[in-house]
């Protein structure tokens, strides 16, 4: 039976990995009957992102200066004609296999969306490193089940950095939220989730993501970027927080803690003794107890304190969204300067 693949790429400023992608692309193994057409969604790129995407060969190219991100993904659903879909990000490079792996789910005669956290790059630092072995090693699915498919919690792991779906998914959930300036991802794939769609995360579906963070102020800068109000209350609301709800009660119980911390700060300053300070081990204990909790899983004690790290920018990052302290938040890659490609090429094809 004959199948069509449509790949969607929505970008910004991606002239540096475009090629790349392109290249992956070309290389995807293909199950028999199966071909691939590739939308290029572009938001309004400054370099020569347009230009490089018309020499490579993207199928389609569609103009949307200013576009949000939602409002881009939608417009590539309604140009892609495959009966199956994928949404990769301008510096996402799928395996050779990517395909072959997807395709035995995505024919199935259900609403299907597949997806797994991607890699980052095979020369990623330690906070790349650390970020990744967070979602790896999150839900407790993935560790039971090793390289096999998992539907428990996949709507959390499942973004348009790797995503796939057939066309049926569609009929449960037409379209992005497009009043949700990030996020939409989760959203449409806890939705999807709601609405009884069969929703798999695959330890095999491997995508590597050039993109990731790689000082920790970028890092607290995307987790701010991130970080979505109205998207937590739509979870929120939708599932009364029986579901979907860990990163939502985490930001909670940092902000308070976090605020229990400056008081107590302010109480040891104002009546000069030390007692007051232990009003800072909520939040020691809010940072460290996931921290220990996905180093005992990945094995590994060093894990620990890099994850502490890494938890409290999070935590702070998000504790600023919830009270509104950052209306008007830049994508945390606005101030970055164009990556260069040499470390891109020494990832796997």
Not at 28 to 54: F, N
Not at 285 to 298: E, F, H, K, S
Request: proline share 7%; net charge positive; with cysteine.
């Amino acid at each position: 039976m004959k199948h069509l693949l449509s790949i969607l790429v929505v970008a910004l400023n991606e002239a540096e990995h475009l090629p790349l992608l392109m290249e992956h692309v070309k290389r995807l193994r293909r199950p028999p009957g199966w071909s691939i057409e590739t939308i290029l969604v572009d938001g309004g790129s400054r370099d020569r992102s347009l230009e490089i995407a018309h020499a490579i060969g993207f199928t389609r190219i569609i103009q949307l200066p200013g576009a949000s991100i939602p409002v881009s993904r939608n417009r590539a659903l309604r140009e892609a004609n495959g009966d199956m879909l994928a949404f990769l990000d301008g510096d996402c490079l799928p395996d050779r296999d990517w395909l072959e792996k997807a395709a035995p789910y995505l024919t199935a005669d259900e609403p299907v969306l597949l997806g797994f956290p991607v890699h980052p790059a095979r020369d990623g630092n330690w906070i790349q490193q650390a970020w990744y072995a967070h979602w790896r090693h999150k839900n407790t699915a993935a560790q039971l089940k090793a390289q096999m498919p998992f539907e428990e919690g996949a709507f959390r792991l499942i973004t348009t950095r790797n995503m796939l779906l057939n066309r049926r998914l569609l009929d449960l959930v037409p379209a992005f939220n497009e009043t949700l300036t990030t996020g939409e991802d989760t959203d449409f794939a806890f939705r999807a989730s709601e609405a009884g769609a069969h929703l798999l995360a695959l330890p095999t579906l491997i995508v590597t993501h050039l993109g990731e963070p790689s000082t920790l102020g970028q890092y607290f800068r995307q987790q701010l970027w991130h970080a979505n109000r109205k998207a937590y209350a739509t979870i929120l609301l939708s599932s009364g927080g029986k579901r979907g709800a860990n990163a939502i009660y985490f930001s909670l119980a940092f902000l308070l803690s976090l605020l229990l911390a400056l008081a107590a700060l302010v109480a040891t300053a104002l009546l000069r003794t030390p007692w007051p300070l232990l009003g800072l081990l909520p939040l020691a204990a809010v940072t460290a107890a996931p921290a220990l909790l996905i180093a005992l899983r990945a094995h590994s004690p060093l894990l620990f304190f890099r994850l502490c790290v890494l938890y409290f920018l999070y935590g702070a990052a998000r504790s600023i969204d919830l009270v509104g302290l950052a209306p008007d938040k830049p994508s945390w890659k606005s101030a970055l300067t164009p990556p260069t490609a040499d470390s891109a090429r020494k990832t796997k094809p």
